[in-house]
């Protein structure tokens, strides 16, 4: 016995991969339906846009799905395990331009060579319930929900800002403004005022915020990001009145006991009371232009890097209500107006962005809480203060510590009329409505006699049209259709006008998890029963790039949809894991860097298998990845090592033992080592999916089976050991590489699929491993014994040492230097 040595004879993947492919479809293998008497289990993985091909980042998240998926099978469980595409959005409309077609022409045929390509990988999915939701059957039931939405208030319209480009006509998303001109015209973008609709998101605020603490599945810093994004503060909000003149203006602080330390007030350049502050004064002219050239800054900008502070003095002042100081009104450009009332008492002793405006307009700083043995002085400051301390400066509430302070100064403000507690999230609601073609129609009817309509149930769906290419070869979204605007009014049948608006594409996003469970249901959005069978999703898998607005939309649409009764569960994700990037030459892997591999060509070339275990084996999942070509082929010659051990051995593999004889010497020790490998894959999936550490240990079994065997003793190793061995060696790796595991079970002279088999069980006594006496010394002289296992790391030899009786109270208080191991021998302590 022994392997092959002769490196000559390769496994035919090719034949082999496709070989069981064609079984898994025309048996629908990994089609599932409820069923009662079964655990269910639903994995999910992100759905990917359908832009052509799959790349490395998809390949590496579906095959830690699809691993999960098959181990979870494994296991007993009743696996759902489904995939669809994400499938509206703006490169499908470019590429119709370009190309003269229709989207959806090219949206289905890169979805028809991406489902193939994810076939060729061998991926466990239903099929049966693939979703796209550029298809009416997803986006009608999409409408509906719209509808629902709205009839219970959570949907409304409102003015907002967009890039509008007057050549083109049309409106531009943010990534089709390129530097403040068209990507397609470069004529200059401008700001325009538009109605839009939105999700009252917001009215979740509070419920998104406390159901972060249930879900102890996620990753921290995954919940890190949700909450600060909701963003919560409490505080006060308080009027200060414009100096002679019947207006005053509202702020927001979460520092209330700072109020004494304000200086100046700062308004964002929007703010409403802006105009007439400044009409007919000898400012309003300079004062406007400011505004205006701020709010169109902003909207260029890419609010990732936060400007320079600057602002401009209105010649107004405003009454600082605790002490009836006169302070000057500013406006600033780092006020924001969609956050608090739009407007700040500015305390520059006390606030980083405040001190800095304030030593640039030389405006007065004055320190009013004094930290725990510190002095503040206003005029040699050199940042804010933002510790918490004792107040002065601050009429009676001086010599109050500033949590105390905060109660008091709200309690006063209450008292006087001029100011209430306020509790204020960062969140913002939803805007949905897009200017674009390529995405679900809102169904809502303008009748000038009748108002805003919703369009009527039975007349949904509402289609986009089929009516393109136009003559023109543009891809005009629905505004400049005709065809599609004009309608009857739903009330009064009179003439009327269709929403041309679409809806962003996070909301086909946002529950495509939940129509998975009944996707061809025609009754509506939803089967509850089929949906309260299989949710929440058990496990999901994507990116860290989705971590926060794709994960909130969802959560808050599960919530809806639980008040709308269509499901009886609160959050959507149970178990959430964000897997990381693929990089290659340090940087992370994309078109744009030009750094690519596409995954098609290494399927071609090694096989699917191979290209799943290179992914599995080079990271733990929360990791990146760093490609390798010597990973992949590290990963090919070890399954072609397999492949050769079985074939060499076939002979005897084939001739199959039902039970195993008494063993000793490598009989047992390759029979100890096959349960210790179970233990050891079983740990490394069921704690944290790490496939690496479990596809090493698979390895290492095999390096014992191929040593064992191959020096020609073994007699000591019966048949039936080594069967065990390669079937253990075969299921744990079944998940992986589930071709090659398949293929290579049959060749073994197994009658049975590997498939139809459960996850192997440890044999506790036949894992443990033989126990070792292990000295251990302190300075060199000999002070204790240990009974340790062989198999014993070094860390957990040494934590063992430290917490040993004796050697604890040898060493009592002596600072240890050194703690020297010397393998299966001793430890020696220095000190
Ligand atoms: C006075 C003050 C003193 C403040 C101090 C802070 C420190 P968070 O905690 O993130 O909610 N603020 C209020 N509305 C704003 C707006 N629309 N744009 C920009 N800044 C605004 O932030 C709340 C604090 O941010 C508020 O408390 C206010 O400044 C500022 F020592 O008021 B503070
Ligand atoms: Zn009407």
């Not at 409102?158 to 890039?163: E, I, Q, R």
């Not at 959507?572 to 992370?588: E, R």
Request: charged content about 25%; glycine content about 6%; proline content about 5%.
């Amino acid at each position: 016995m022994g392997e092959n040595t002769t490196n000559s004879l390769w496994y035919d993947f090719k034949a082999i991969e496709a070989k069981w492919q064609q079984k898994w479809e025309v048996e629908k293998s990994y089609s599932v339906s409820e069923d009662s008497t079964k655990e269910k289990y639903y994995v999910l993985e992100m759905f990917p846009y359908p832009s052509g091909r799959i790349h490395m980042g998809h390949v590496r998240n579906y095959s830690i799905g699809d691993v999960v998926a098959r181990y979870k099978r494994m296991r007993g469980y009743n696996v759902l395990h489904p995939m669809g595409w994400d499938a509206f959005g703006l490169p499908a409309e470019n590429a119709a331009i370009k190309n003269n077609t229709h989207p959806a022409e090219w949206t289905y045929q890169n979805i028809d060579y991406m489902r193939n390509q994810l076939k060729q990988l061998g991926f466990s999915y239903d099929w049966e319930r693939e979703i796209a939701t550029c298809h009416e059957k997803y986006y009608h039931w999409e409408q509906v929900l719209f509808l629902e939405m709205y009839r219970k208030g959570l949907v409304y319209q409102k003015v907002t800002t967009v890039n509008w480009c007057e050549s083109c006509q049309t409106v531009l998303a943010n990534e089709q403004v390129v530097e403040g001109v068209c990507w397609r015209c470069d004529q200059a973008v401008l700001p325009r005022e538009m109605k839009g609709w939105f999700f009252k998101i917001t009215d979740f605020a509070e419920e998104l915020l406390a159901d972060l603490d249930s879900l102890t599945g996620w990753p921290e810093k995954v919940l890190t990001m949700q909450r600060n994004w909701i963003g919560k503060s409490t505080g006060l909000n308080c009027e200060f009145k414009v100096d002679g003149a019947d207006a005053s203006i509202a702020i927001f602080t979460t520092r209330p006991d700072t109020i004494f330390g304000v200086t100046f007030l700062s308004l964002a350049p929007e703010h409403p009371l802006l105009h007439s502050l400044i009409a007919g004064t000898d400012r309003e002219k300079e004062v406007t232009e400011f505004a205006n050239r701020i709010i169109t800054e902003k909207q260029r900008s890419s609010h990732e890097e936060e400007p320079v502070k600057e602002g401009i003095f209105t010649g107004r002042y405003c009454i600082n209500p605790f002490n009836g100081e006169k302070i000057p009104i500013y406006v600033a450009n780092f006020v924001l107006m969609e956050y608090g009332t739009g407007a700040v008492m500015a305390v520059p002793a006390h606030d980083q962005r405040d001190f800095e405006f304030a030593r640039k307009y030389n405006l007065e700083v004055r320190p009013v809480v004094i930290p725990e043995n510190r002095d503040l002085d206003g005029e040699t400051m050199e940042e804010a203060s933002i510790l918490p301390g004792v107040l002065r400066n601050s009429g009676h509430f001086d010599s109050m510590e500033s949590i105390e302070a905060q109660k008091a100064i709200i309690d006063y403000a209450r008292e006087n009329a001029f100011g209430s507690a306020q509790t204020t999230y960062r969140l913002r609601d939803w805007g949905i409505s897009r200017q674009r073609f390529w995405g679900a129609p809102i169904p809502m009817v303008y009748c000038d006699k009748c108002g805003i309509q919703p369009v009527p149930q039975e007349d949904l769906p509402v289609k986009l049209p089929q009516d393109t290419p136009t003559s023109d070869g543009s891809c005009k979204p629905l505004h400049q259709r005709n065809s599609f605007i004009e309608t009857s009014c739903p009330n009064c049948s009179g003439p009327a006008r269709r929403e041309t608006d679409t809806m962003d594409t996070f909301v086909e996003s946002s529950w495509y998890f939940a129509r998975y469970t009944c996707p061809s249901y025609t009754d509506g959005p939803l089967n509850k029963a089929k949906a309260s069978y299989w949710l929440g999703v058990d496990q999901y898998i994507g990116g860290v790039e989705h971590a926060i607005l794709h994960l909130l939309y969802s959560r808050f649409f599960t919530k809806v949809l639980r008040d709308l009764g269509y499901l009886d569960i609160a959050e959507p994700f149970t178990n959430l894991l964000t897997q990381g990037m693929v990089i290659k030459d340090g940087a992370k892997m994309s078109k744009s860097k030009g750094n690519v591999v596409d995954p098609h060509d290494l399927v071609i070339e090694y096989g699917a298998d191979t290209v799943r275990l290179f992914s599995l084996f080079a990271a733990p999942p929360e990791r990146d990845l760093e490609w390798s070509s010597q990973g992949v082929e590290g990963a090919s010659r070890f399954l072609n090592r397999v492949f050769r051990f079985i074939d060499a051995n076939k002979a005897s593999l084939h001739d199959r033992k039902s039970t195993l004889p008494k063993l000793s010497g490598k009989g047992q020790e390759l029979h100890r080592k096959c349960h210790q490998t179970i233990r050891k894959v079983t740990h490394d999936i069921e704690t944290n999916f790490h496939f690496n550490t479990a596809i090493s240990a698979v390895m290492e079994l095999f390096n014992a089976l191929s040593s064992l065997t191959a020096e020609g003793g073994d007699a000591d190793v019966p048949d039936a050991v080594i069967q065990e061995a390669v079937d253990t060696l075969l299921l744990l790796l079944s998940p992986m590489v589930p071709h090659f595991t398949a293929e290579m079970w049959q060749i073994c002279g197994n009658s049975d699929d590997i498939e139809s088999r459960t996850w192997p069980e440890f044999d506790k006594e036949a894992a443990k491993e033989d126990m070792l006496t292990i000295v251990l010394q302190v300075n060199g002289k000999v002070r204790s014994r240990l009974e340790v296992p062989a198999d014993i790391d070094d860390q957990s030899l040494k934590e063992m040492t430290m917490e040993d009786e004796k050697i604890r109270r040898f060493l009592g208080e002596k600072p240890v230097k050194k703690i020297i191991v010397v393998k299966k021998k001793l430890v020696n302590i220095v000190i």
